[in-house]
Nanobody
Framework: QVQLVESGGGSVQAGGSLRLSCAAS?????????MSWFRQAPGKEREFVAA?????????YTDSVKGRFTISRDSAKNTVYLQMDDSLKPEDTAIYYC????????????????????WGQGTQVTVSS
């Protein structure tokens, strides 16, 4: 019902930059309330990174990326971005996934991966020291 396609991952050195994109399509792409980024490192659980509401552009971040990552959206293109500027660390290495909130989740619920039904295929981000 919603297809999500991420792009923009890659390998960089610590302190480098990357910009991830995620485009949503499908019948329910027009009912998106918010979009979020999660990441999953090897052997770890999927964790919340950032979210942005579609109407007001309100943003939320996990503490470890505040001040380093910026989430933004282009509602007309149904696309969300994650800008990681000059600040990547080896601990940011993970597969990054985008997902869409089609229910109007609360702020707390936006941070829980179990609340989402549709996910992209993920894009690998590797940061070397």
């Amino acid at each position: 019902q919603v297809q999500l396609v991420e792009s923009g991952g890659g390998s960089v050195q610590a302190g480098g930059s990357l910009r991830l994109s995620c485009a949503a399509s499908g019948r329910r792409a027009f009912t998106i309330y918010a979009m979020s980024w999660f990441r999953q490192a090897p052997g770890k659980e999927r964790e919340f990174v950032a979210a942005i509401t579609w109407r007001g552009g309100i943003t939320y971040y996990t503490d470890s990326v505040k001040g380093r990552f910026t989430i933004s959206r282009d509602s007309a293109k149904n696309t969300v971005y994650l800008q990681m500027d000059d600040s990547l660390k080896p601990e940011d290495t993970a597969i990054y996934y985008c997902t869409a909130d089609l229910l109007g989740l609360s702020r707390q619920s936006l941070t829980r991966s179990s609340e989402y039904r549709f996910w992209g295929q993920g894009t690998q981000v590797t940061v070397s020291s």
